[in-house]
Nanobody, 122 residues
Framework: QVQLVESGGGLVQAGDSLKLSCAASGRTFSSYAMAWFRQAPGKERDIVAAISWTSGSRYYADSVKGRFTISRDNAKNTMYLQMNSLKPEDTAVYYC???????????????WGQGTQVTVSS
């Protein structure tokens, strides 16, 4: 079992920055691929970014490329999402996820956090 807890969400204005954190406990964090997903009201939960256990592979959704950066610190059992130049369309609940293999689809992850709300006002 892996337990995941997100933090760092909040209400910001367009153009601002936020940094989300995902703290993991349980089985060896470093052996899992990790990802951030987000879900806006009435929409599907979509991938935002993913990172392999070595950080050697990273994926970004087209909508966040150049603005968001995913990273992880295996020594601290923590994953991060640095979000810059935030837009109102980034408003969503952000979830962190862990899975056995690097994947860009929701089905590839079997552990999920409870989510943290990010709201970007125009």
């Amino acid at each position: 079992q892996v337990q995941l807890v997100e933090s760092g969400g909040g209400l910001v204005q367009a153009g601002d920055s936020l940094k989300l954190s995902c703290a993991a406990s349980g089985r060896t964090f470093s052996s899992y691929a990790m990802a951030w997903f987000r879900q806006a009201p009435g929409k599907e939960r979509d991938i935002v970014a993913a990172i392999s256990w070595t950080s050697g592979s990273r994926y970004y959704a087209d909508s966040v490329k150049g603005r968001f950066t995913i990273s992880r610190d295996n020594a601290k059992n923590t994953m991060y999402l640095q979000m810059n130049s935030l837009k109102p369309e980034d408003t969503a609940v952000y979830y962190c996820a862990a899975g056995p293999l690097f994947s860009t689809v929701r089905a590839g992850y079997n552990y999920w956090g409870q989510g943290t709300q990010v709201t970007v006002s125009s």
